[in-house]
């Protein structure tokens, strides 16, 4: 049996082994990674069994023109031997669930339309948006947490909320963080 819970700060070593799984390695090149990049999630879930990460999902805060409260949902990721067990659907609606009790008004991401669809997910709501870099549009999907949150909603979704660089100097890893000219080269 497995158990939802919050990220332990110990416990990123085994997300992205298990992200690296799951994914493979070129989840580092998709679009929606360059919202992610240098910044610190929302929320940050994962499923465990045992001790052992088997799922992990996160949200993190973008903005755009016309809307507030929006946030962008992934990875989501289950261990390769254990989906189609129901823990990706767990760990999406426990995602949903804190997104709405936080006030966020719509959450968005990039995925398979035919699974994101039954928790209501469309690309029709995203239809105004657009990502810093290539997606297949029928792939960009959102669900409006609060009814109308995207209807003004236009134009390139940015990051927003926690960059790395934010965190108190207490958090802070004990060398020098790279110049932001090198993060960007």
């Not at 390695?25 to 052992?52: H, I, M």
């Not at 962008?72 to 129901?86: F, H, I």
């Not at 790395?164 to 020098?176: E, G, H, I, M, T």
């Amino acid at each position: 049996m497995y158990v939802i819970d919050e990220e332990a700060p110990g416990e990123a070593g085994a997300r992205e082994a298990l992200l690296d799984r799951a994914m493979g390695p070129g989840r580092f090149a998709k679009t929606s990674q360059r919202l992610r990049d240098g910044r610190l999630p929302e929320v940050s879930l994962v499923a465990r069994e045992g001790g052992r990460l088997i799922g992990s999902v996160r949200l993190w805060s973008v903005a755009a023109a016309g809307a507030r409260g929006l946030a962008l949902l992934g990875p989501l990721a289950v261990e390769p031997g254990r989906q189609g067990e129901g823990i990706g659907a767990a760990l999406l609606c426990r995602a949903l669930n804190r997104a709405a009790a936080t006030g966020q008004g719509a959450v968005l991401l990039v995925g398979d339309a035919p699974y994101y669809a039954r928790f209501g997910f469309t690309a029709a709501v995203a239809q105004n948006l657009e990502l810093p870099g290539p997606v297949e549009r029928h792939r960009f999907l959102g669900l409006e947490l609060r009814p109308g949150a995207l209807k003004q909603a236009r134009g390139l979704l940015r990051a927003a909320g926690i960059w790395q660089a934010d965190l108190p100097s207490v958090v802070a890893p004990p060398f020098p963080a790279a110049p932001l000219a090198a993060v960007a080269a």
